[in-house]
């Protein structure tokens, strides 16, 4: 096509050279030969030929020069558009894409905690299998001792005696060394040690010892309860939860030392009573002297008291208090809360039925009802309230039923 515009385009300025000659002959000959005029009609009909064709050219040129501007703006067009939707579609799997990232994300901090617990329960099983063969071994030790008093009842004589104070201080390092082994463990996972009474203990020593007293009186008071069969399952179960929150913030803070069993290093040779009291007295040594490391640790860990601060007050008040009034007698309440309460200044607000006057600045007064007793007076206590001790402050107020 583009061939044939170019020649269509050369014959027309031939035809119009050949034209233009003729038409120049003419006029230089027409001052001698006397002009014909049809043959000038011709040559003016063939120069408005050409004229006509170069024109047509011309148009036929701009034609399609605009048609191909048209498909050239219509294909920038459609153009855009794909760019625009591959740009819309690259969007959305980006965006997909980062969902999908934040969901895994999400789902690897999820696994930490069960991470942990997997190497938590693993050092576990590592301890127990430790104990096990512990075990094992006080019972392979066992049986050679039973043999090996087979052996002396068949022998006699007096080699029996250093026989005897032989087996003996084995028994006495093997039940030492156990006892040294349960002491640490037990430290390890949370349970509360004795600690001796500081006269002006740093603020982390002193949330230690709140935290090791609370641990103590629960499991105490929880044991009591168990050998009750009269007691509500839902009141011990409260007293083991609350036990175990407070051993959980042992464990965990106590998590940061590396403590393992002091080794015990006695001679066996022993050959008399007096040899053999001095080893026992010599284990019994070492056991306290492992309460003793075990105490400096306890006392020397940082913890943190604005953290602490807010905890101990709100876990006596919430997860003790009002859990268990529900399970205590009023008139015992304040002996039995007296041990917790008293690491917050804080008390029971007493009320005697009957008594004391229901007063709003003191009371949360439900309701009132008709009573044959004084009037204004409290008949019922609905749930007990807190004071601090020092200058009476209400920091829970006693729902009360006033009497009219």
Not at 161 to 186: M, N, P, R, S, W
Not at 314 to 319: E, H, N, S
Request: overall charge negative; hydrophobic content about 40%.
């Amino acid at each position: 096509m583009l061939y044939f515009r170019y020649t269509l385009l050369f014959l027309t300025l031939v035809l119009f050279t050949f034209a233009s000659s003729g038409y120049s002959q003419e006029n230089e000959d027409q001052f001698d030969i006397e002009p014909d005029i049809w043959e000038t009609m011709s040559w003016t009909v063939l120069i408005v030929l050409v004229i006509i064709a170069i024109l047509t050219v011309f148009v036929f040129f701009v034609i399609q020069m605009v048609r191909q501007w048209k498909t050239m703006w219509k294909t920038t067009q459609v153009l855009q558009t794909d760019t625009n939707q591959v740009k819309q579609e690259l969007m959305q799997r980006l965006d997909a894409i980062q969902k999908i990232s934040t969901r895994n994300t999400k789902k690897l901090n999820e696994m930490d905690p069960v991470q942990t617990s997997i190497q938590k329960d693993q050092k576990n099983i590592q301890s127990d299998i430790g104990q096990i063969r512990e075990y094992l071994n006080i019972i392979s030790s066992y049986l050679k001792n039973m043999n090996s008093d087979r052996e002396i009842e068949d022998k006699g004589g007096d080699d029996n005696d250093v026989i005897h104070y032989h087996l003996e201080v084995e028994k006495t390092v093997q039940l030492a060394q156990k006892q040294v082994l349960t002491l640490v463990e037990a430290y390890k996972s949370g349970e509360p040690i004795d600690l001796v009474a500081i006269e002006n203990p740093t603020p982390s020593q002193n949330v230690m010892i709140i935290l090791n007293s609370m641990a103590y009186d629960l499991g105490k008071w929880r044991a009591e309860l168990e050998q009750d069969k009269t007691v509500d399952p839902e009141f011990v179960q409260i007293l083991i939860n609350a036990e175990r929150n407070i051993k959980d913030r042992l464990e965990r803070i106590r998590s940061e030392s590396d403590i393992s069993p002091i080794p015990l290093d006695v001679t066996t040779d022993v050959s008399t009573e007096a040899e053999l009291t001095h080893i026992r007295d010599q284990c019994v040594a070492h056991a306290a002297r492992l309460e003793g490391v075990l105490s400096a640790y306890e006392l020397g860990y940082q913890v943190d008291e604005e953290e602490y601060n807010q905890f101990i007050p709100q876990f006596i008040r919430y997860r003790l208090f009002n859990e268990v009034v529900d399970f205590i007698p009023f008139e015992d309440l304040p002996k039995k809360m007296e041990k917790f309460l008293r690491f917050l200044g804080y008390e029971v607000v007493p009320i005697e039925l009957g008594v004391t006057k229901a007063d709003s600045h003191v009371h949360d007064i439900r309701e009132s009802r008709h009573t044959s007793g004084e009037h204004g007076t409290v008949i019922e206590i609905v749930s007990p309230g807190l004071r601090r001790k020092a200058d009476g402050e209400i920091i829970q107020k006693p729902v009360v039923i006033r009497g009219e």
